[in-house]
């Protein structure tokens, strides 16, 4: 199994080669095993391979794909990367949590948890001994902003503001189609499925109230960005909600997203090279959570916003790229 490592370029790293822009990413890396990659095609550029000396520009997204033996060597001489922290105070924290990482323990225990891969400093309170709690939670696969409370009294009155609904969340979500109505509230209920043990359904006799807030953010051709608002916090809810109006988020294989997306789904011409299969764009359901608003007793109202993850930004550019509106393309 491969590993991968992406990035975003900073403007002041623009026009850097990739192996230049390497050499500072990823400090303790040898400049042996960074040309290795570029050589052996493990580096790429906005999904696609690239050179050594190719400039880069403010805004591309850098992905290293690790064969597992050279990530495993590569790795006993990097420093362990911990939670990007979006927001810090003596009673609360917002972190920025990737995709693919639980917020909560699986059955089996097979994979680290957001606590665990949380800054020593967050995850307990070096005077006090108080661990932090998570005051919400975010599916596996979906990246954005977390809450964390760093003591008891801040649980408390946290927990108080998400029961009485004074958290303010927005999320963005990616589906296919083209979504006509420029806003709409929905309402259907959601419940249990008793048929998968995993999953949620509308349920109009037994399922919960539910309240989702939906916004067209950016219309491509065949697919279209929405911010989403949910006003309750139901198991599942934007997704559910979505798939019900017609619109699964991209990546959703449980509520009837395409499980993967490559680039050659909307790319005229492109094909793999021979040997080396093509690598999804996005393999997740793409739902990132970009807007946490709360009350701070230190700093008074907060409204934090999550940088966009690499695989979002990739996977945009290529959309704005390949699936810009039928009335914006140029040519024939």
């Known amino acids: 199994m491969r590993r991968t490592q992406t990035w975003v370029v900073p403007p002041e790293l623009k026009n850097l080669s990739p192996y230049q822009f390497l050499c500072r990413s990823l400090e303790g890396v040898r400049p042996g095993m960074l040309k290795q990659l570029l050589q052996e095609g493990g580096v790429l550029v906005d999904g696609a391979d690239t050179k050594v000396n190719r400039p880069l520009k403010t805004g591309s997204v850098v992905e290293v794909v690790w064969p597992v033996d050279l990530y495993e060597r590569a790795r006993k001489k990097s420093p362990r990367s911990e939670l990007e922290v979006l927001y810090q105070d ?9 995709a693919g990482v639980p917020v909560v323990p699986d059955r089996h225990r097979n994979s680290k948890t957001v606590f665990d891969l949380l800054p020593e400093d967050l995850a307990r309170d070096s005077e006090t001994g108080v661990t932090a709690k ?36 927005e999320y963005l979500a990616l589906v296919r189609g083209v979504v006509r109505q420029p806003q709409q509230t929905v309402e259907f209920p959601i419940g249990k499925d008793s048929r998968h043990a995993n999953r949620m359904i509308i349920d109009p006799e037994r399922g919960k109230p539910a309240l989702t807030h939906v916004q067209v953010e950016r219309i491509f051709d065949g697919f279209t960005l929405l911010r989403v608002q949910p006003v309750t916090g139901r198991t599942h809810q934007i997704r559910v909600h979505l798939a019900q109006l017609g619109f699964p988020i991209l990546g959703d ?14 790319k005229p011409g492109f094909r793999a090279k021979p040997g080396r299969p093509e690598k999804p764009l996005l393999d997740r359901q793409a739902l990132h959570c970009e807007l946490l608003g709360f009350h701070s007793e230190e700093t008074g109202d907060q409204l934090v916003r999550a940088p966009w993850p690499p695989d979002f930004t990739i996977l945009l550019k290529q959309l704005e790229r390949y699936r810009p509106p039928k009335e914006d393309r140029r040519g024939p």
Request: a positive charge; aromatic letters at 6%.
């Open 90 to 98: 003596r009673q609360l924290a917002v972190i920025n949590k990737p």
């Open 253 to 266: 294989g449980l509520y009837g997203g395409r499980p993967q997306l490559f680039l050659s789904d909307f």
């Open 134 to 169: 998570l005051l919400h939670r975010l599916d596996k696969h979906t990246s954005g902003a977390l809450l964390i409370a760093r003591n008891k009294d801040a649980q408390r009155e946290l927990t108080q503001a998400f029961v009485e609904r004074r958290i303010h969340k």
